[in-house]
């Protein structure tokens, strides 16, 4: 068939956990496909590209500029309009136009909306069956990161957007011909948004390739904590800072010399002054190359109290044998027990406690990691992953009819 795959983000090199999704799902579609990639770019990323154009039929780009200036006029036009801000901050005029002399020119089989953001423009494909990939049930991500806010300004246009969201989420739902979500509990968020039962929907995990992704030979004494995501993300935030106020003086009591490592892009200036607080705390932001931090990791964390989909941090730390501790919302829709593949903890002193038995016992942190592995070979391997694609593909195109 003959795909046209529209991207928010340039999914080329998968170092963040949507890039990952959609950098497997290509190398899939490519074995069976003919690809056609549209996607948005930040600055030169002509390297990127060429990589990408390895296994694309056609490689697509328009420019993506964001400031806060850029977002506050979209704010004043989704609250003129009516529409979610997130959908209007990417609905650029560029992009449009270049979809339109696509589709004028080939007449694709498939079109792609990889994220919701991309939907909007995979709508303007005339003959194309449409099919809305959910990384995440997104009004449900941001109903719960508005959760926990404290009230105010920010909070109030955070529950405006989520509802929002939620109504254009299930309109989409309803109108495309196939949607791919994730888990069970992203398809009854969907479901929910729709306002009712969804007979389009492929359920597909997120998906990595164990060939890539090879277990972390640990150093013997490996005894730091490390939390490793990109930090302009507000889950990433919220979570941290959760762990860093609540859960981390509990570890610190018990173990003066723990050390924190937060890595990942763009951490906020509130979390980057933990560096000079004298806590055992190590904020780096973005690094080239994470091996020294995966090997000195006695147990990697993942404190997120907001989310949806699945955490592709976690696909990968159980794929790298990385003993975990995770809070429920961090592993949903990923089919692991806690005390089998990773520790799973909800209150400070339960996620401290959990982390602090990490840390001591050597022999339970190397078992969790050997069943993680395991677990990812046997489930979350693109390679068997993603054979339901095709089956949605056709479905899609039966509906199309």
Same mark, same amino acid.
């Given at each position: 068939?003959?795909?046209? $795959? =529209?991207? !928010?983000? %340039? ?5 963040? *956990? &949507? @890039? ?119 009004? $449900? =991500?941001? !109903?719960? %990161? ?5 009230? *105010? &300004? @920010? ?247």
């Amino acid at each position: 068939m003959k795909v046209l $795959l =529209l991207t !928010q983000v %340039l999914p080329f090199p998968p170092d963040s *956990g &949507p @890039k990952v999704k959609t950098w497997n799902v290509i190398k899939y579609l490519a074995q069976h496909h003919q690809v056609t990639l549209v996607s948005f770019v930040r600055g030169d990323q002509s390297v990127e590209i060429e990589a990408l154009a390895a296994y694309c039929h056609a490689v697509h780009t328009v420019p993506m500029k964001r400031g806060a200036l850029r977002d506050g006029w979209y704010m004043l036009r989704s609250l003129l309009s009516g529409q979610p801000f997130l959908m209007i901050r990417d609905d650029r005029a560029e992009m449009r136009q270049l979809i339109d002399r696509l589709a004028g020119e080939t007449k694709f089989d498939i079109v792609h909306a990889d994220q919701l953001n991309m939907a909007q423009y995979a709508a303007r494909v005339p003959g194309a069956a449409k099919v809305l990939d959910a990384h995440n049930a997104l009004w $449900l =991500l941001y !109903q719960r %990161l508005w959760a926990t806010m404290s009230q *105010g &300004p @920010k909070k109030w246009l955070l529950k405006r957007d989520w509802q929002l969201l939620k109504t254009y989420e299930g309109n989409i739902c309803r109108q495309f011909e196939g949607v791919l979500a994730v888990s069970q509990e992203d398809t009854a968020a969907l479901e929910e948004a729709a306002g009712q039962p969804l007979k389009n929907v492929t359920i597909i995990p997120i998906a990595v390739d164990t060939d890539e992704v090879a277990p972390v030979k640990r150093q013997p004494a490996a005894n730091h904590i490390l939390h490793i995501g990109t930090m302009f993300w507000p889950p990433n935030i919220d979570g941290i800072l959760w762990f860093l106020r609540e859960v981390w003086p509990l570890i610190r009591a018990k173990c003066p010399d723990a050390v924190f490592d937060v890595v990942g892009a763009k951490p906020p200036p509130e979390v980057l002054a933990y560096n000079e607080a004298g806590l055992g705390v190590n904020v780096t932001g973005y690094v080239d190359d994470p091996a020294p931090y995966y090997e000195n990791a006695g147990v990697m964390i993942v404190p997120l109290r907001a989310g949806g989909g699945m955490r592709v941090k976690i696909l990968n730390a159980l794929a790298q044998e990385l003993p975990m501790v995770s809070t429920t919302i961090g592993c949903e829709g990923i089919a692991v027990e806690s005390g089998q593949h990773l520790l799973v903890a909800d209150s400070p002193q339960d996620f401290a406690n959990a982390a602090l038995q990490l840390l001591n016992d050597h022999q339970l942190a190397r078992t969790l990691g050997e069943n993680g592995r395991q677990l990812i070979q046997s489930t979350y391997d693109y390679r068997s992953a993603c054979l339901p694609l095709d089956d949605c593909y056709n479905a899609a195109l039966v509906r199309r009819q």
